[in-house]
């Protein structure tokens, strides 16, 4: 602490670390390298490169042969909520990042609505089957490239992949109504 009547130094703790990694630790957000990929792989620096439904939208943006266009988008976040919910979530993520996506009620569960739970779950099956019937309509290629991207987070590693991950987002855009005025 200072003597009395001198102002405290509020960067003067960071100044005394001796390493430089020390100081570095300190830093949020994300790395140089973290960021030069996500430019390498998405095309913007802003992109989480993990996701591939948002690395191909980013890809659509500068190059529409390239990526996804946004109802296809929307269409497999649609299908990943359902099948998420239905199992658990593919990777490890801070909860903010799943709180955003599965949009979960803010008041926990009580015995009194056991039966209302159930018949929700019900519900959530339901909808599954009948989108992953939409699916299945669309092919088996299509099938495997939504589950491998959309649910599995596995980016479409050559072209005829990605032409059946878009087949099939096409027919889940469809099964979902996205992208009609209805």
């Known amino acids: 602490m ?9 960067d003067a703790k960071r100044r005394r670390r001796t390493t430089r990694a020390a100081r570095l630790a300190d ?3 994300p790395t140089p390298e973290l960021l030069a990929q ?3 792989i998405a095309g913007d620096a802003a992109v989480a490169i993990d996701f591939p439904l948002d690395v191909l939208a980013a890809r659509h943006a500068r190059d529409p042969v ?3 266009p946004a109802a296809s988008v929307q269409a497999g976040w649609r299908f990943a909520r359902l099948a998420w919910r239905l199992s658990r979530a593919p990777v490890a ?3 903010l990042f799943w709180a955003e996506r599965l ?10 609505d056991d039966a209302a739970r159930t018949e929700r779950e019900a519900l959530l099956h339901q909808r599954y089957r009948a989108a992953r019937s939409a699916l299945a309509a669309a092919g088996p290629a ?14 479409p590693a050559d072209p005829a992949r990605l032409a059946a991950l878009r087949l099939g987002l096409a027919a889940l855009a469809v ?6 005025s209805n």
């Not at 003597?3 to 509020?10: A, L, V, W, Y």
Request: proline share 14%; aromatic share 2%.
């Open 27 to 29: 830093a949020d957000g």
């Open 66 to 68: 390239a990526g996804l």
């Open 38 to 40: 996500r430019r390498r």
């Open 175 to 180: 099964h979902f109504r996205i992208g009609r």
């Open 2 to 10: 200072g003597r009395p009547g001198r102002p405290r130094d509020p």
């Open 103 to 112: 949009a979960r009620s803010s008041a926990p569960p009580s015995a009194v």
């Open 142 to 155: 299509a099938v495997r490239a939504v589950d491998g991207a959309v649910v599995a987070l596995e980016m």
């Open 93 to 95: 993520l801070p909860p």
